[in-house]
C-alpha cells in the first residue's frame, strides 16, 4: 500500500478480554516498530522487528503483550486481558532500515485508539 | 544504552517569537537524526532529517535544525512560529547496534503557541 495502515482505528473492550491490533507496513520495509502514546505522554517503545532477526522485545511492559510479525510483512500486537491502563493510542511505524542503510525514515500509521472499559 | 532526551515538555511561546525546541542523545557510534511533528489529532510526520554532510538541516516550514556531534545535540529551531506550528514535537535517533539500525524517540515537547 501507500502507506503504513493500521486496523481498527478505534476499539473499546471490556477489561479482562483480549485485543488484537494489526499493522500493514509499507511494502518492502524491513523494519517495524510498535510504540503507545498514552494521554499526554511521549511515544513509548513497545517491540521492533528488523527482517528475520529476533524481536527487540525490551519496550513491553508486560508479560500480557506480544506480538508477532508473519512473513516479514503484517504484524499483530495482542493484549491479553486488558486493564484499564492499557488505553492509549497504539502506533506502528516502518522503515527501510537495515544494514548499511541510510534512508531510514520511519513512516507512522495513524494509530488504533483502545479505550478499555 | 542508546537514550534521546528531550528537555522540555511543554513550551509556550507567543506568535512572531523565536523558539528552540532541544533534543540531546547518547550514543557512542554513527547517529542519523530526526524531528517528527505531531498536529493536534493526526498522526506523526517527518519534519526534517540529517543523515549526513551539512550540519543545518531545514524543513520547508522555516524550521532548521543542527547537528552538533561534540554537543550530542541537534536542538530545533524557528525564527518567528505561526499557530499553525502549535503541536508537539518528537525527536529521534537511528543508529546502528550489531549493524542493523533501530529508531529511539524521546518523550516529546508540546509547542503552544500563543495569539
Known amino acids: 500500500g501507500a502507506g503504513v495502515s493500521q486496523s481498527p482505528s478505534n476499539k473499546v473492550t471490556e477489561k479482562g478480554k483480549d485485543v488484537e491490533l494489526r499493522c500493514d507496513p509499507i511494502?518492502?520495509?524491513?523494519?517495524l516498530y510498535w510504540y503507545r502514546q498514552s494521554l499526554g505522554q511521549g511515544l513509548e517503545f513497545l517491540i521492533y522487528f528488523q527482517g528475520n532477526s529476533a524481536p527487540d522485545k525490551s519496550g513491553l511492559p508486560s508479560d500480557r503483550f506480544s506480538a508477532e510479525r508473519t512473513g516479514g510483512s503484517v504484524s499483530t500486537l495482542t493484549i491479553q486481558r486488558t486493564q484499564q491502563e492499557d488505553s492509549a493510542v497504539y502506533l506502528c511505524?516502518?522503515?527501510?532500515?537495515?544494514?548499511?542503510?541510510?534512508?531510514?525514515?520511519?513512516?507512522f500509521g495513524q494509530g488504533t485508539r483502545l479505550t478499555v472499559v | 544504552a542508546q537514550s534521546v532526551t528531550q528537555l522540555d515538555s511543554q513550551v509556550p511561546v507567543f506568535e512572531e517569537a523565536p523558539v528552540e525546541l532541544r533534543c540531546n542523545y547518547s550514543?557512542?557510534?554513527?547517529?542519523?537524526l530526526f524531528w517528527y511533528v505531531q498536529y493536534p489529532n493526526q498522526g506523526l510526520q517527518l519534519l526534517l532529517k540529517?543523515?549526513?554532510?551539512?550540519?543545518l538541516v531545514e524543513s520547508i516550514n522555516g524550521f532548521e535544525a543542527e547537528f552538533n556531534k561534540s554537543q550530542t545535540s541537534f536542538h530545533l529551531r524557528k525564527p518567528s512560529v505561526h499557530i499553525s506550528d502549535t503541536a508537539e514535537y518528537f525527536c529521534?535517533?537511528?543508529?546502528?547496534?550489531?549493524?542493523?539500525?533501530?529508531?529511539?524517540f524521546g518523550t516529546g515537547t508540546r509547542l503552544k503557541v500563543l495569539a
Open positions: 511505524a516502518s522503515s527501510r532500515a537495515g544494514t548499511g542503510r541510510k534512508n531510514t525514515e520511519a513512516f
Open positions: 540529517y543523515l549526513s554532510g551539512s550540519t
Open positions: 511494502s518492502g520495509h524491513t523494519a
Open positions: 529521534a535517533v537511528s543508529s546502528t547496534t550489531s549493524g542493523t539500525y533501530k529508531y529511539i
Open positions: 550514543s557512542s557510534v554513527s547517529v542519523y
